[in-house]
């Protein structure tokens, strides 16, 4: 809560300063799963956004508050909050960007003790161009997750992970990367340490003109110090949006992967699997009454497959919202 | 008081001065330039005749003592061939740097002789104004892709020109270069609603993914309350539900970050050797370049008006 004080205050005092941005949602729907009763959610949002120039980068600062309620018959509410800062600039034949990322996840249940879960990231990267069209980027990061409850457990990750990207004609771009995650898990019930490596190469392709589409497609090895196990992961990402008339556009994510072998020798709070086991397909339609305020709808079915390989959860959501933004 | 305006008369005496000889050094650049384009040619050419030379000698099965001494002749053609050329760029390098110091000189010209015209217009400001602009077009990058050149533009006075002939040929030169600022101004009005729409468009992306980075902690409501009570040894579904919970929150934020990245406006997008820009900064600069030709634009009409007159 001091932090988030903290950075409210900090951005309260720089936006005079700079270009300040802000949006307000408010969504309603229904939430059905398949494991249990369904619920009536409700979620509100509220984002700042301060950018800021200097003449050597520049700066931008996001504040981002989400409250939310499901009717249950244990009722939750959830507040997340997440704050970003983030500086880009310009060197030789380059851009370079540092960031800064906070999320803090507050889970209430009148039935059990609250929840707590934080993450925190810290990078640099720099984009070269190559030449014409040839870009390379290089980027390495600190990540830090705390899933503050009994027995806790954290994890250390050092990303390294570097991508040539060559740009087609039509607005298009192709990107070959590779990435190595190194990682580091605390369990509090647990003596010592779990090592590992996670690293693979990935392709992606983005179009950004009309329409946007974003494609990728990534391929993940492990190496744990506890199991000889190597597993495999696939993982596939797309994003597509589009406005269909002046003022209605279309969006859709999906997400999808699929991890083999299912790991059984390492204790669950030790578990490295850094991607998650539910797949998303979301569509989202939004309608621009004015510059300033929209309508929207979105609905979306989701699929976990748990690590055990045999435990399945889906559902679907669907919500009706409206928004403010300036 | 004496001493503020007599500081103020001495600094843009001062400043005048500062932009001529700016002016004058970029004149002798450019010829500079042509100079040594000229003879890059000239030496690229001499080079290609000496090598397609040696290669006919080569043929012809020339003694070695005559292909060794031709050789080294032509590698000191081409060391000078490189020479001319590095010169060459170092000239178009300065020739940039001064091209935009003079672009910021006449920008700020305008934006003062704007302002003195908004409170007093007057025919002498108007035209000192039209004398700035042309001289930022000039230098300006859109320059290249005009269909006239605005120097002469620059020289037309209809007051001078007395002659039918003469002011039927700077009328219709007047009225072609008013076609070809119509046509420039129409394509830069296409780029910018086209550069909107995509800065719109990433916007809504990117909050549609801030909203799927929300969206996701939802589902795994039950995951998060099971992690209070669980015992960390146990095997069993709800076990591998806490280790899922966390990966799931770890990989979520990860989704949401390298998406937001490709998204937001910070990303670059013109990745050329010369420059990165982004999607604002773009549209910014179109913004600007199409205002600034609309008002050019005014400033030929009025001018052609001028002649058109009896």
């Known amino acids: ?326 | 008081m004496k001493y503020l305006i007599l500081f103020l008369i001495l600094s843009v005496s001062l400043w005048g001065q500062q932009v001529n000889k700016q002016e004058a050094q970029f004149e002798t650049l450019q010829k500079q330039i042509l100079h040594t384009e000229q003879q890059f040619q000239k030496a690229q050419q001499q080079l290609n005749n000496y090598l397609s030379g040696t290669d006919s000698l080569k043929k012809a099965r020339a003694g070695a003592d005559v292909l060794t001494r031709r050789t080294a002749q032509a590698y000191e053609f081409a060391k000078t061939v490189e020479s001319i050329n590095s010169r060459l760029r170092r000239l178009k390098n300065q020739g940039r740097t001064l091209r935009s110091r003079l672009y910021r000189t006449y920008s700020v010209q305008i934006d003062s002789l704007n302002k003195e015209l908004s409170t007093h217009p007057n025919d002498k400001t108007r035209k000192q104004l039209f004398s700035a602009m042309t001289k930022r077009l000039s230098v300006s990058p859109v320059a290249e892709s005009l269909h006239f050149n605005p120097a002469y533009i620059g020289q037309i006075d209809s007051t001078v020109l007395k002659e039918p002939l003469g002011r039927e040929l700077a009328q219709s030169y007047l009225a072609q270069a008013d076609s070809s600022l119509s046509r420039e101004i129409d394509q830069l009005q296409k780029k910018e609603r086209e550069m909107q729409q995509i800065i719109s468009l990433r916007a809504k992306a990117a909050d549609f993914v801030e909203e799927m980075d929300d969206t996701r902690m939802t589902s795994f409501e039950p995951i998060a309350t099971k992690a209070t009570t669980t015992d960390a040894n146990a095997y069993s579904d709800d076990a591998e539900r806490i280790g899922t919970a966390k990966d799931l929150a770890n990989y979520q934020s990860e989704t949401y970050f390298l998406l937001m990245h490709a998204l937001e406006p910070g990303a670059s997008i013109n990745e050329d050797s010369s420059q990165m820009l982004e999607y604002p900064e773009l549209l910014q600069r179109l913004s600007q370049t199409r205002r600034f030709l609309q008002q050019y634009q005014k400033q030929i009409q009025r001018k052609l008006q001028s002649i058109r007159k009896p």
């Open chain 1, 1 to 326: 809560m001091r932090r988030l004080l903290l950075l409210v205050c900090f951005l309260v005092l720089t936006a005079s300063a700079g270009d300040v941005q802000w949006r307000l949602s408010a969504e309603n729907g229904l939430f059905i799963r398949e494991s249990s009763e369904s619920a009536l959610l409700s979620r509100l949002s509220g984002r700042v956004l301060i950018r800021h120039r200097f003449s050597f980068a520049r700066l931008q600062m996001q504040a981002r508050l989400t409250p939310e309620w499901m009717n249950t018959p244990e009722t939750l509410s959830t507040v997340k909050f997440s704050g970003k800062i983030q500086a880009t600039g310009r060197l030789m034949r380059g851009n370079w960007r540092t960031f800064f990322l906070l999320n803090d996840y507050y889970y209430n249940r009148s039935e059990t003790n609250p929840v707590f879960y934080k993450i925190s990231r810290l990078g640099i990267s720099y984009v070269h161009a190559s030449g014409a069209g040839k870009t390379v980027d290089v980027s390495a990061e600190y990540a830090f997750r705390n899933w503050d409850t009994q027995p806790f457990n954290r994890t250390n990750l050092f990303r390294i992970s570097s991508e040539f990207a060559l740009t087609l004609p039509l607005h298009t771009k192709l990107g070959l990367s590779v990435t190595a995650n190194h990682y580091e898990i605390h369990a509090q019930n647990r003596a010592g340490l779990h090592t590992g490596w996670q690293m693979g190469p990935g392709i992606s392709f983005r179009h950004q003109n009309r329409f946007i589409m974003h494609y990728s497609l990534h391929y993940y090895r492990l190496f744990s110090s506890l199991s000889p196990t190597r597993q495999s992961t696939v993982f596939v990402r797309f994003l597509w949006g589009a406005f269909i008339t002046k003022r209605l556009s279309a969006f859709v994510y999906v997400d999808y992967q699929r991890t083999r072998p299912v790991e059984r020798t390492i204790p669950p709070e030790w578990r490295f699997t850094p991607f998650e086991s539910e797949n998303w397909s979301y569509l989202k339609l939004e309608y621009d009454v004015s510059a300033h305020f929209g309508l929207y709808g979105k609905g979306g079915y989701f699929k976990d497959i748990l690590p055990d390989g045999n435990t399945i959860r889906s559902g679907v959501q669907f919500m009706a919202g409206l928004q403010l933004t300036k």
